[in-house]
Structure formats: structure tokens, C-alpha cells
């Protein structure tokens, strides 16, 4: 319960403050700023948590009366838990793509709103009157950033709901003749209402699944991964490194080059590539090794050119 505020309180903040100008019954006790008188032997309530509410009507009283600029912030700061609140509630049913911070600060124009066109003599708590302006500051905003229709939201409710009944009812997925015609609508037409439905969910392909962030954690994108296509980057990369070695090998010298290409390209092997050239296996190793050699350091060169 709001504390009474006595006649010598209210002197002290407003010095030429009509006695009558909070006729009591005007609200109920604790909703607005009273003049009230304190009943002989009734203990005036103290402590922190009276001079909180002493001071915030005060506050109220110097805002509404001058304007005072340091007033009205003073009052956007204690009411600034009611605006998280209301964020909170309205969070549940959005998205987890939806931040919580952002819906905060939507709803700081609804309570600043609030605060400038709340009427201290209404007999309304100023946070269920907030509440009201919070929420649909909020709201509006989220339907200014929908790039989807409402119209489009409304047919996908419906489509659900129907959907939904005849589950119930049938105890099994209904058809799209039986939602057509829970509809009332052509087949036709409820076809066409799931074509536009299907591009109204829009999920991020980096949001971690379960919303849970720790290292580990798997994102949307890395489940639609199919392990049986080929990797476009992987493929590019290796047709350019065969066309690079295609052309290392052809600046190679003749008996490096016939090495190379029988032993790698052919899969011969050393004892039988110098039985071919007339060679020892020792020498055509050394060639091998010296191909080698050249071949890897003009890949290095073309990697840098």
C-alpha cells in the first residue's frame, strides 16, 4: 500500500499547492499523488521504501505540473522493469531469433508514450495503463519489420487451425480435399495459400539449435550438409591444381618427364622404368626425386604468382 502523504510532505516539495487540489475518492489509495490527512494515532509509515514512494510521487506531481525535463527521465528509469516484463511476456511466443534487447527498446516508446499522456486524476494504475501502451509499441514494431502480409499471417493461422481440428477429430493427417473443405474453400485455392505459406518461415542458417551457443554446439546450416555431393570449393581446387602440375611436368626435361608419367600415370615401377631406359633402379630414383623437387617448387611459384 502506497504511504499517506501528509500535508507538511507536500509543502515541503510544493510550496503554493492547493489543499483540495487531490480531492480524496478521486483514486484509489496508492494509484496517483493524494492530499490526504494522517488519522490521529496512526503510525506514518518509514524507511527506504517510503521514501521511494514519497519520492516518485513527487516526482509525478513536478513532472505533470512544470515538465521539468529531469522529472520525466527520473520517471522513465523506475518504470524501465515494467518495460523487461512486458518484453519477456510478449518474447514467449516470438522466435528465438527475436532478441530480447531489441523488444526492450520497443517498448521504451510505448512507456515513454505512456508517461506523457498518463492523467494523474484517472483512477488507473499507471502500470496497467503501460502495460497496455508497452505491449503495443512493441507489437507494432514487430509488424513494421514483417515483410510477410498480415493477410498471409491470418490464412496461415487458419490453415494451422484447420489443420489442428481435423487431427483431433480424425486422429490422423487429414487430406487437402477434407482442409478445403473444413475451409470452405476450393482445393484450388487452399494450394495456393500453402505456395504463399511456404515462404513466410524464415529461419537462420547460423542460429545453433536448442538456442545454446557453447563450443560444440550444432548450427541449422551444418544439418542440411549432403555428404554424397561434391564439395564446389574442393573441386575447384583441384582442377587448378592439375592444370598446374599438367604444366610443371611439361617444363620437366624428357627422361624426368617419361619417370613421372610412367611410374605415376602408368604405375610402373622403379625396377621396371629402368629396365625400359636401360638404367639402374638407384638412378632412375635419383631422377625421381630430382623431378620431384622441381616440379614441387614450381607449384610454390604459382601458388605466390
Not at 490527512?37 to 514512494?53: K, L
Not at 517498448?107 to 496497467?128: C, N, P, Q, T, W
Not at 503495443?136 to 514494431?141: K, L, P, Q, R, S
Amino acid at each position: 500500500m502506497t504511504t499517506p502523504l501528509s500535508a507538511p510532505v507536500r509543502s515541503s516539495v510544493r510550496t503554493a499547492e492547493p489543499a483540495d487540489r487531490y480531492a480524496a475518492g478521486t483514486a484509489p489509495q496508492g494509484v496517483i499523488p493524494q492530499q490526504r490527512s494522517v488519522a490521529a494515532g496512526t503510525a506514518v509509515p518509514t524507511g527506504p521504501v517510503a521514501d521511494a514512494v514519497l519520492d516518485l510521487e513527487a516526482t509525478w506531481v513536478a513532472f505533470k505540473d512544470t515538465g521539468c525535463p529531469q522529472a520525466r527521465e527520473r520517471l522513465i528509469m523506475s518504470f524501465v522493469p515494467l518495460v523487461t516484463a512486458v518484453a519477456g511476456r510478449v518474447g514467449m511466443r516470438l522466435p528465438s531469433m527475436v532478441e530480447h534487447a531489441d523488444l526492450v527498446s520497443y517498448g521504451m516508446f510505448g512507456l515513454i508514450d505512456a508517461i506523457e499522456k498518463y492523467e494523474l486524476g484517472r483512477s488507473v494504475k499507471f502500470e496497467s495503463y503501460a502495460s497496455s501502451r508497452i505491449r503495443g509499441a512493441i507489437i507494432d514494431e514487430l509488424r513494421a519489420m514483417d515483410w510477410v502480409p498480415r493477410s498471409v499471417r491470418t490464412k496461415a493461422r487458419a490453415v494451422d487451425r484447420a489443420y489442428g481440428e481435423l487431427e483431433a477429430t480424425l486422429h490422423r493427417s487429414p487430406s487437402e480435399h477434407e482442409v478445403a473443405g473444413h475451409l470452405q474453400m476450393p482445393v484450388e485455392e487452399l494450394r495456393s495459400v500453402l505456395g504463399q505459406l511456404s515462404s513466410v518461415n524464415v529461419a537462420a542458417l547460423d542460429e545453433m539449435l536448442g538456442g545454446d551457443d557453447r563450443p560444440g554446439s550444432v548450427s541449422l546450416g551444418d544439418t542440411l550438409g549432403d555428404e554424397r555431393s561434391e564439395d564446389p570449393a574442393r573441386s575447384v581446387e583441384a582442377q587448378e591444381t592439375k592444370f598446374l602440375l599438367a604444366r610443371a611436368i611439361e617444363q620437366l626435361g624428357e627422361r624426368e618427364r617419361m619417370v613421372v608419367v610412367l611410374y605415376y600415370y602408368e604405375g610402373m615401377t622403379l625396377a621396371e622404368i629402368g629396365r625400359l631406359l636401360g638404367v639402374t633402379e638407384s638412378r632412375i630414383s635419383q631422377m625421381h626425386t630430382a623431378a620431384m623437387a622441381r616440379l614441387r617448387t614450381r607449384l610454390v611459384e604459382a601458388e605466390r604468382g
